[in-house]
T-cell receptor, first 114, second 116 residues
Framework: KAGVTQTPRYLIKTRGQQVTLSCSPI?????VSWYQQTPGQGLQFLFE???????NKGNFPGRFSGRQFSNSRSEMNVSTLELGDSALYLC?????????????FGPGTRLTVL | AQTVTQSQPEMSVQEAETVTLSCTYD???????LFWYKQPPSRQMILVIR??????QNATENRFSVNFQKAAKSFSLKISDSQLGDAAMYFC?????????????FGKGTRLSVIA
């Protein structure tokens, strides 16, 4: 099976712009989670989608949003970008998203905000 | 809230030697999973090993094993016969089972260097 894929791998944006990142889960996986990774804060949970519904959300401002499509592919959007949004954004997929499931991570999208 | 602490930001080991990475966590839950993830320089996070809290036996995966001390809330990773390909960031992570779907809670990571 193909692994989790994320596009694009690298993005450079300027403050105030918005950006959309995409994640394609492993075939058969219906849960997609998003994490932000920064040197200072480490890995922080953004949100999780299952069957096109957001089931869980981390402590991030409303500028961060996401959605999931019927084929389980997911996108996250960040509006009004700030310098502090520069990070590696990782998505992870699992079969059901429940506690016993293993999450498989994609390679990430490196976002740089100038 | 649950927290995961990795007290060693960086470690190094000679090739073929053994190294142990430390992890402690704080939780009031009784049912949970613990994980070690590896993130090589290419950035793809890979699951190394996982431990169910209700199991007393320590998990083992080839050269990787854990020392799980539930009472002490400690979960260390031992890498035996270290190889150059083991060089990476290692993250300890926790996930409760008591609330349905919950996210992974990660430690800040330990950067492991392997010296030839």
């Amino acid at each position: 099976k193909a692994g989790v894929t994320q596009t694009p791998r690298y993005l450079i944006k300027t403050r105030g712009q918005q950006v959309t990142l995409s994640c394609s889960p492993i075939s058969g996986h219906r849960s997609v989670s998003w994490y932000q990774q920064t040197p200072g804060q480490g890995l922080q949970f953004l949100f999780e989608y299952f069957s096109e519904t957001q089931r869980n959300k981390g402590n991030f401002p409303g500028r961060f949003s996401g959605r999931q499509f019927s084929n389980s592919r997911s996108e996250m959007n960040v509006s009004t970008l700030e310098l502090g949004d520069s990070a590696l954004y990782l998505c992870a997929s699992s079969v059901s998203g429940m506690g016993t499931d293993t999450q498989y991570f994609g390679p990430g999208t490196r976002l740089t905000v100038l | 809230a649950q927290t995961v602490t990795q007290s060693q930001p960086e470690m190094s080991v000679q090739e073929a030697e053994t190294v142990t990475l430390s992890c402690t966590y704080d939780t009031s839950e009784s049912d949970y999973y613990l994980f070690w993830y590896k993130q090589p320089p290419s950035r793809q996070m890979i699951l190394v090993i996982r431990q169910e809290a209700y199991k007393q036996q320590n998990a083992t995966e080839n050269r990787f094993s854990v020392n799980f001390q539930k009472a002490a809330k400690s979960f260390s990773l031992k890498i035996s016969d270290s190889q150059l390909g083991d060089a990476a960031m290692y993250f300890c992570a926790y996930r409760t089972l008591n609330s349905g779907n919950t996210p992974l809670v990660f430690g800040k990571g330990t950067r492991l260097s392997v010296i030839a």
